[in-house]
């Protein structure tokens, strides 16, 4: 999104902004200045819709979001213009809330799906795409405290929000290993609190033969911006922080079979991703990649294991000597 704000705020400084976004993610996004931000508790539809009825009527709303409960949200936005998906990528009756649709040539990224949004508003994206993600200095402290010295330092945030997107902790652990043994890499695990990350960086140590720095629960989201500056890469499979790491200019070694790179990875940057999307589509699905619907998910239990340990070795080398 913050593309698009900031083509927005750069090009069309006489409209104002509105963000409606969840109260976790503003923590994330919030200090970007000259953005009235809006946040909403995703577990009280209730309270949400309360929110949304109190304020003030919209020249336009951008239906930014594809599931049924934020398109259901927004019944309660009075809006003129009710901006939506094209045809090809609309689901889950998204059609039934808009009144305008974006074009359906945009690329196959979602960044290009969402930059789709500025042209009924006179406005382009920039190119390249500029995202200005707030770092504010007590983060880079925090990093420079949690990762001091020169040693060069990959971090390894091995959670997506969704556990069959996860790449197996042996493979995480030997990854990790050669990282330290054959490049004398400092190794950070990166997570969140949540039990599910806590359970997956205990599994990881465990078969590790040397010990990596463990952050896992110890940083913020802003901490988290930190430490991707002072790291060298992010070893990630298709997550949040791959794409935190794309915005702060920070290679992504992105671990892709289960959703298209293409569609979900680092945008423009998908130099050291190891994209097996493709085979798990022939494989789970009997289809070549191209065949599928956009946005199509396979999200079946050994579809991962896909991403061979040596292709993701090979890609770390790579990277290490670029």
């Given at each position: 999104?913050?593309?698009?704000?900031?083509?927005?705020?750069?090009?069309?400084?006489?409209?104002?902004?509105?963000?409606?976004?969840?109260?976790?993610?503003?923590?994330?996004?919030?200090?970007?200045?000259?953005?009235?931000?809006?946040?909403?508790?995703?577990?009280?539809?209730?309270?949400?819709?309360?929110?949304?009825?109190?304020?003030?009527?919209?020249?336009?709303?951008?239906?930014?979001?594809?599931?049924?409960?934020?398109?259901?949200?927004?019944?309660?936005?009075?809006?003129?213009?009710?901006?939506?998906?094209d045809?090809?990528?609309?689901?889950?009756?998204?059609?039934?809330?808009?009144?305008?649709?974006?074009?359906?040539?945009?690329?196959?990224?979602?960044?290009?799906?969402?930059?789709?949004?500025?042209?009924?508003?006179?406005?382009?994206?920039?190119?390249?795409?500029v995202?200005?993600?707030?770092?504010?200095?007590a983060?880079?402290?925090?990093?420079?405290?949690?990762?001091?010295?020169t040693?060069?330092?990959?971090l390894?945030?091995?959670?997506?929000?969704?556990a069959?997107?996860n790449?197996?902790?042996?493979?995480?652990?030997?990854?990790?290993?050669?990282?330290?043994?054959?490049?004398?890499?400092?190794?950070?695990?990166?997570?969140?609190k949540?039990?599910s990350?806590?359970?997956?960086?205990?599994?990881?140590?465990?078969?590790?033969?040397?010990?990596?720095?463990d952050?896992?629960?110890?940083?913020?989201l802003?901490?988290?911006?930190?430490?991707?500056?002072?790291?060298?890469?992010?070893?990630?499979?298709?997550?949040?922080?791959?794409?935190?790491?794309?915005?702060?200019?920070?290679?992504?070694?992105?671990?892709?079979a289960?959703?298209d790179?293409?569609?979900?990875?680092?945008?423009?940057?998908?130099?050291?991703?190891?994209?097996?999307?493709?085979?798990?589509?022939?494989?789970?699905?009997?289809?070549?990649?191209?065949?599928?619907?956009?946005?199509?998910?396979i999200e079946l239990?050994?579809?991962?294991d896909?991403?061979e340990?040596?292709?993701?070795?090979?890609?770390?080398?790579?990277?290490l000597?670029?």
């Amino acid at each position: 999104m913050l593309p698009l704000v900031n083509a927005l705020r750069s090009q069309r400084p006489d409209i104002e902004i509105t963000w409606l976004i969840g109260h976790v993610e503003v923590r994330l996004v919030g200090d970007l200045p000259g953005v009235h931000f809006v946040a909403l508790d995703k577990r009280s539809p209730h309270a949400a819709i309360a929110q949304l009825r109190a304020m003030q009527p919209f020249d336009a709303l951008l239906l930014m979001q594809l599931s049924f409960r934020a398109a259901w949200l927004t019944r309660s936005i009075k809006a003129r213009r009710r901006i939506g998906f094209d045809f090809a990528r609309s689901k889950e009756l998204h059609s039934a809330f808009i009144n305008e649709r974006i074009s359906s040539s945009a690329g196959p990224h979602v960044l290009d799906a969402l930059g789709g949004f500025l042209a009924p508003l006179g406005v382009q994206m920039s190119n390249p795409p500029v995202w200005n993600l707030p770092v504010p200095q007590a983060a880079l402290d925090f990093a420079q405290a949690a990762l001091p010295g020169t040693q060069r330092t990959l971090l390894l945030s091995a959670a997506s929000s969704h556990a069959l997107r996860n790449w197996s902790t042996q493979r995480y652990a030997s990854l990790a290993d050669y990282a330290i043994e054959r490049h004398g890499l400092r190794v950070a695990l990166v997570g969140s609190k949540a039990p599910s990350e806590r359970l997956l960086a205990d599994q990881i140590v465990q078969q590790m033969r040397r010990a990596p720095l463990d952050l896992v629960g110890r940083d913020t989201l802003k901490e988290l911006l930190g430490l991707m500056s002072r790291s060298i890469g992010v070893l990630t499979p298709d997550s949040g922080p791959a794409h935190f790491a794309t915005a702060l200019g920070v290679p992504v070694l992105g671990l892709h079979a289960a959703t298209d790179p293409k569609r979900s990875g680092a945008y423009r940057a998908l130099d050291f991703t190891v994209n097996r999307f493709p085979e798990a589509a022939r494989k789970f699905l009997g289809q070549a990649p191209e065949q599928l619907r956009w946005g199509q998910k396979i999200e079946l239990p050994g579809v991962m294991d896909l991403v061979e340990l040596d292709a993701v070795i090979e890609r770390l080398d790579a990277l290490l000597q670029r």
